[in-house]
């Protein structure tokens, strides 16, 4: 028995010994993200990002050598054509408007406009934020689990832009915020800022499900209004007294799956298919352009008297997105008294009719619908309750501006006024069941819903 076990033990001691001395160990190195080309060493960049994939301009060269993974001696001499992590035969470009003694491009599937920039190890170049009156675009998008972009949520240019920047602006450091873990990882939202140069700023902006902020070092929480810009279909925008609010106007999916086109003009209704590739017009172009031809030829006029034709303003899906509503004068252009009429059309553009007419409201303006409802704002400043199924119709004289619709189309979040143009302080809610109003108080500093924030 004894025997035995000293047998074992024998052939232990020798798997052990081949183990130990039958191994190649390999030394770990921790790689800078770098790229050599023509003598000149170039590192990965996290804030510049290329604007324009029309910037790139001739490639240079390619990479020829992988050394992570491959290398694993530290006193190893990089060479042209080595990168750290850029797999071999990975393209680099110049970029329009820098010399290549200062940065390159190379191809990136998860880079801002397909590619990523190096730029020379010295320069220190990664571009700091811009002030936000130099900043003439933004373009934000909501990045998946590894960085991949899901969709482009938001576009921004001129003022709209430089709102934008104006409310990052305000961003407080906050060195105790801890994100919220409720709601699982925060969101992330990735932003460009665009200059006019090729290459522009990148960053990052997160929600925990209650607050957004930003993470670049120490933590700063942003107004709630920034919440505005990452809003989609129906999301809560604002929270007060067991009440949630949604933003008007974001709603703009049809039972289709098609979406409204919302890009200024109100010639026309166009719905643009699921993936984008095409689009639909829901008035015939030919009447549309015989009207524009009949106001040109009857009602002339000029400066403020010009006769305009507004075929269709704020168009919004109604009963589940089977229809559509809208404000137009299309129908009464040419009468004597002109008047804007809220209209409902169904997607085939066939049936159409008044829902809220002009004549006995005045010029009323949709706020957002919920199923079968439709809230609206009279000239008047009155409430309407519109049934969208049946043309019911309640009014309520509150003499307010409508702010919001609630996620559950039960409240309207309004401000009361205080002369004809001048809006109030105070936040009311006004319950559509019990034909109550909700004081709430005095308007938050930060509020999600001021005025021209996009």
Known sequence: MKMKWTAVMLICLLLLSGCRFG??????????????????????????????????????????????????????KTKDGDAAFLEKGTSIYEVVGYPVTELVAVADRFGVNGYRIFVEQNKQLDLDQPAFEKVKKVRIAQEGQQGEEVKVINELSGGSASFFMSVLSRGIQSDSF?????????????????????????????????????????????????????????????????????????????ASGETIKRDGSMDNIT???????????????????????????EKPGSGEAKTQLFASSRPTPVSGGRFIAFESNKNTVLNDKTYFDVLLIDLDGKEEKVLIPGSTYGYSIILDAFGDRLIAETEKRSLLDVNVQTGAIREYPINAH??????????VLYQKMESDALVGKELWAFDLEKEQKIPLGQIPEDFIYNKGIK
């Open 178 to 254: 801890t994100p919220s873990r409720v709601n699982g990882d925060p969101k992330r939202f990735r932003f460009v800022l665009d200059s006019g140069e090729s290459i522009g700023y990148k960053d990052y902006i997160y929600y925990d499900g209650e607050r957004y902020y930003t993470q670049d070092g120490n933590p700063r929480l942003l107004p709630s209004e920034i919440g505005y810009y990452f809003i989609g279909e129906r999301d809560v925008a604002f929270r007060t007294n067991g009440m949630a609010f949604t933003v008007p106007g974001e709603s703009v999916t049809v």
């Open 271 to 297: 719905l643009i298919s699921a993936d984008g590739s095409k689009e639909r017009t829901l008035f015939s172009a030919v009447e549309i352009n015989n009207l524009w031809d009949r106001i040109r030829k």
């Open 402 to 411: 409508l702010v919001a619709m609630s996620s559950d189309g039960r409240y």
């Open 23 to 76: 191994t190649v160990r390999h030394t770990i190195i921790d790689w800078v993200d770098f790229l050599k080309v023509d003598g000149i060493t170039y590192t990965g960049t996290w804030h510049s990002v290329l604007t324009d994939p029309g910037k790139i301009s001739k490639e240079i060269g390619k990479v020829r050598f992988k050394v992570s993974e491959n290398v694993h001696d530290s006193k190893y």
